[in-house]
Nanobody, 117 residues
Framework: QVQLVESGGGLVQPGGSLRLSCAASRNIFNIYVMGWYRQAPGKQRELVATITSAGTTSTANSVKGRFTISRDNTKNTMYLQMNSLKLEDTAVYYC???????????WGQGTQVTVSS
C-alpha cells in the first residue's frame, strides 16, 4: 500500500495555470503506473493523464496540448502541469497509483481545482 498526498489545487481564472503535485510515501515509480483523474460535480470520475514505469505518458483528448504529466523519481513525486485552464476543468483532481504486478490501486484524497472568472 502507498500513501499519496496531492497538493497545488486552488482557484484560477480561465487561461491561467496550476501545477498539481502527488507525493508518494515511498519510491514506487518503477512498478506502478501513475495517473491523474478528475471528478466534476454530478459527473463520473475520468482519467486525465498517466505515466508508466518506463516514463511513457498519455493524456486525455480533452486536455491534450494543455496538461503535462511528469514525475521526479528523486522526490517520489508526480506532477500535473495545467495550462490554458478552462471552466470545464473545474473538478476534484485525484492521484492514482496502480501496481502493475498485483493490479492494486491506491488513491490520494483529492485536491480541488476551480476555474472561474
Amino acid at each position: 500500500q502507498v500513501q499519496l498526498v496531492e497538493s497545488g489545487g486552488g482557484l484560477v481564472q480561465p487561461g491561467g495555470s496550476l501545477r498539481l503535485s502527488c507525493a508518494a510515501s515511498r519510491n514506487i515509480f518503477n512498478i506502478y503506473v501513475m495517473g491523474w483523474y478528475r471528478q466534476a460535480p454530478g459527473k463520473q470520475r475520468e482519467l486525465v493523464a498517466t505515466i508508466t514505469s518506463a516514463g511513457t505518458t498519455s493524456t486525455a483528448n480533452s486536455v491534450k496540448g494543455r496538461f503535462t504529466i511528469s514525475r521526479d523519481n528523486t522526490k517520489n513525486t508526480m506532477y500535473l502541469q495545467m495550462n490554458s485552464l478552462k471552466l470545464e476543468d473545474t473538478a476534484v483532481y485525484y492521484c492514482n497509483a496502480r501496481n502493475v504486478l498485483s493490479g492494486y490501486e491506491d488513491w490520494g484524497q483529492g485536491t480541488q481545482v476551480t476555474v472561474s472568472s
